[in-house]
């Protein structure tokens, strides 16, 4: 099983600022199955990034994702105050699919 | 527009079993797969196996293995996923998502294993 790690746990940020959240793998996962997903209290979560750098359907450009093999990175240029939330990576190329813990971003 | 709509909350007692449904609609439901990815209260995503509506075929995680069944009702659009022997660690709100990423998600459903 391919287990990822992200971190940090927890950024406090502030309206405007970058942020820099890191997932990385056990083992190598091939680019295109590294997906990003954002989730806000009591809702699903939603695709933010697949394939490690494409954004899905309706996703602002302000959310990037890059990496490769074992280190994998979602960069959010300028946080709104709707970014802020739990962020998920997800590989699903290796069964078991697997997830991050989560990286909470908070407001400073 | 693509929608998941999976059934209501469940309470069960330890040992029993709960089936969850969840009806697609907007797109063709043979052209991707169905995965169920389960969150236990405060806790992030656990992914718990996908089916294939096109020819029934299934992937679990293993530590499930035994316990969890996925099926799908092509006449109706429906996939299923059923868990048995239920440990109140089983205690989590389940949601169905479509394809691998899941770009389609269910709104969820929170099933409570309480005696």
């Known amino acids: 099983e391919i287990v990822l790690t992200q971190s940090p746990g927890t950024l406090s940020l502030s309206p405007g600022e970058r942020a820099t959240l890191s997932c990385r793998a056990s083992?190598?996962?091939?680019?295109?199955?590294l997906a990003w997903y954002q989730q806000k209290p009591g809702q699903a979560p939603r695709l933010l990034i697949y394939?490690?750098?494409s954004r899905a359907t309706g996703i602002p450009d302000r959310f990037s994702g890059s990496g490769s093999g074992t280190d994998f990175t979602l960069t959010i240029s300028r946080l709104e105050p709707e970014d802020f939330a739990v962020y998920y990576c997800q590989q699903y190329g290796s069964s078991p699919w697997t997830f991050g813990q989560g990286t909470k971003v908070e407001i400073k | 527009q693509v929608q998941l709509v999976q059934s209501g909350a469940e309470v069960k007692k330890p040992g029993a079993s709960v089936k969850v449904s969840c009806k697609v609609s907007g797109y063709t439901f043979i052209s991707y797969g169905i995965n169920w990815v389960r969150q236990a209260p405060g806790q992030g995503l656990e992914w718990m196996g996908w089916?294939?509506?096109?020819?029934?075929?299934?992937k679990y995680d293993q530590r499930l293995q035994g316990r969890v069944t996925m099926t799908t009702d092509t006449s109706t659009s429906t996939a299923y996923m059923e868990l048995r022997k239920l440990r109140s660690d089983d205690t989590a709100v389940y949601y169905c998502?479509?394809?691998?990423?899941?770009?389609?998600w269910g709104q969820g459903t929170l099933v409570t294993v309480s005696s």
């Open positions: 998502a479509r394809g691998s990423p899941n770009d389609y």
């Open positions: 083992q190598s996962v091939p680019s295109r199955y």
């Open positions: 394939g490690s750098s």
């Open positions: 089916i294939s509506p096109y020819d029934g075929n299934t």
